[in-house]
């Protein structure tokens, strides 16, 4: 190491920050985003809005079932919460395959248990998986991308650490219209204020996608990822119908045993002696069991018997689980935050906020230290495209995704697939615009269509909604108002950087702009 060691830490921070910067903003904003892809999901779904928690709701959902599915094997009942105020039910028929997301779906009002039936959108959920598994690409290449991406990035945050000697020190310093000291004090007052976080969500999240980076270690899967399962014989047998004991006082005894709400219902063998009623908390309590967002990991469960007795409660241990596994939930849970309650969900996505900033200040810095010596040359502004297309343009097609779920006709055919499908022309469109209007011109045109986008989707949802909005969003457990309201504060964000770009220049900048911007302005400015 002939130029010493932090010299050449400085060296790998920056270039591992920037090779995979571009797709780790993606990933980090669209994993922010995330954190929220539940209420995401119903702002994305008008039609849902109207509904209202009861305490009756568990019995009308199955009411509901005991009409549309009296044969079925199990019943799942994922009951209203303050995160998503509609009840969902599901079913399993006889020989159909277990799984997460076979079988039939109902949406049901929480108040009156009347079916419902919400426009086709994928909501969060887009978000939510290109988040790791991108978009139209092979499900184990688009992880690995974000594998190495991810490692990219702890590589990124150890050596950063070990180059900034006074990296808590400059936390507290910010000097402003400085141009280059300026964003260097961003990147790391951004850094060091989630750090705890940035090294949590990050080696978690490497974790998580470990086993696609280990190209040996292969299973043959079947559709879905599930193991290939052989085929079930199906046999009719005559039943008695034995009706299903009232669900409100049994789920008001598990809420008082675990000072937490009821979220999830399964009753096996319904309507049969044989019927077990399976009531699981709505939060996990432990974060070894089970990383995942599959039925009942984690949470406190009490099983009740067709008279609505209880049974023995089931240990909440990792059943031939080894250490190393438990640690692995661990971070998983972590990772996803399926355990945090409302105040540490902000808290998760303020940091996310940091995040995506530390991302994006650390990419433009890189063109602001080289634009003196390095402006009109391929690389340098194939870069200060990508910064624009990666951050700007990734802003916009996010908001341009919200648009489209309102102006698309809600009863489309494939609507679902036109919002993603608007999602990426947008970008592509950007992209090729980041092309040709590079540096300040090309980051003020597309910060300012970012801030138009986001600050009237709030005025976008009032016109697309029917009378009673008002009463409607109030009674939506404020989901809908703060959604708006965010997008209305992120709208004004954008404009105040399209502002402080805008802003007159004083003497000493354009002397320094001078040596990279000749005055016959045949060049562009350089930073943003």
């Not at 940035?198 to 996608?209: Q, R, Y």
């Not at 995506?356 to 200040?361: E, G, H, S, W």
């Not at 009674?475 to 399209?498: K, R």
């Amino acid at each position: 190491m002939k130029n010493g060691f932090r010299q050449s830490m400085a060296w790998l921070h920056t270039w591992s920050g920037l090779s995979m910067g571009w797709i780790l903003f993606a990933v980090f904003l669209t994993g922010t985003l995330s954190f929220f892809r539940q209420e995401i999901t119903l702002w994305m779904q008008p039609e849902l809005h109207g509904s209202i928690a009861s305490q009756q709701a568990a019995d009308l959902a199955v009411q509901h079932l005991q009409r549309v599915a009296p044969s079925a094997e199990s019943w799942r009942i994922d009951l209203p919460n303050a995160r998503e105020p509609v009840i969902n039910v599901s079913w399993r028929e006889p020989g159909q395959t277990q799984g997460r997301r076979g079988g039939p779906r109902h949406i049901l009002d929480a108040t009156t248990g009347e079916q419902l039936f919400a426009r086709d959108t994928r909501g969060g959920d887009f978000l939510y998986r290109f988040h790791f598994e991108l978009y139209a690409l092979p499900r184990n290449l688009a992880r690995a991308i974000v594998g190495v991406a991810t490692m990219f990035m702890l590589v990124g945050l150890i050596s950063g650490i070990v180059t900034h000697k006074k990296i808590f020190t400059d936390f507290f310093t910010f000097r402003s219209k400085k141009s280059q000291r300026s964003w260097l004090d961003a990147h790391a007052a951004t850094a060091v204020l989630a750090l705890p976080f940035h090294i949590m969500i990050t080696f978690s999240g490497l974790l998580l996608v470990a086993s696609t980076l280990l190209f040996w270690n292969y299973e043959p899967r079947g559709p879905r990822g599930a193991p290939e399962a052989g085929s079930r014989i199906i046999q009719q047998v005559a039943r008695e119908t034995v009706p299903v004991p009232t669900l409100a006082p049994l789920l008001a005894q598990a809420q008082a045993s675990w000072n937490q709400p009821v979220g999830r219902v399964v009753i096996d063998k319904p309507l049969t002696s044989a019927m077990t009623i399976q009531a699981n908390s709505l939060l996990r309590q432990t974060l070894t069991l089970q990383s995942g967002g599959g039925p009942g990991g984690g949470t406190d469960v009490l099983r009740f018997d067709a008279n609505g007795d209880m049974l023995k409660m089931r240990e909440q241990r990792a059943d031939g689980a080894s250490n190393v596994q438990a640690v692995s939930n661990t971070f998983g849970t972590l990772h996803r935050g399926l355990f945090a309650g409302p105040l540490l969900r902000w808290l998760f996505f303020l940091s996310g906020i940091l995040g995506c900033l530390m991302i994006a200040t650390g990419l433009v810095l890189w063109c602001i230290k080289r634009a003196r010596n390095q402006l009109g040359r391929v690389g340098f502004e194939l870069v200060s495209a990508l910064n624009i297309a990666a951050i700007a343009g990734l802003s916009c097609a996010t908001a341009i995704y919200f648009w489209a779920n309102r102006l698309i006709p809600a009863h489309l055919s494939q609507r679902a697939d036109w919002e993603i499908n608007s999602f990426f022309i947008s970008w592509g469109l950007l992209a090729l615009l980041a092309i040709w209007q590079r540096h300040k011109t090309g980051w003020i045109i597309q910060l300012s269509l970012a801030a138009v986008l986001f600050s009237t989707i709030p005025l976008l949802d009032l016109l697309n909604s029917e009378p009673g909005v008002w009463n409607r969003w109030v009674e939506s457990n404020g989901i809908v108002p703060v959604f708006n309201g965010l997008c209305l504060l992120t709208g004004l964000a954008f404009a105040a950087a399209v502002q402080y770009l805008l802003r007159p220049q004083t003497k000493s900048v354009k002397a320094r702009r001078s040596h990279v911007t000749p005055s016959t302005n045949s060049q562009p400015e350089v930073s943003p």
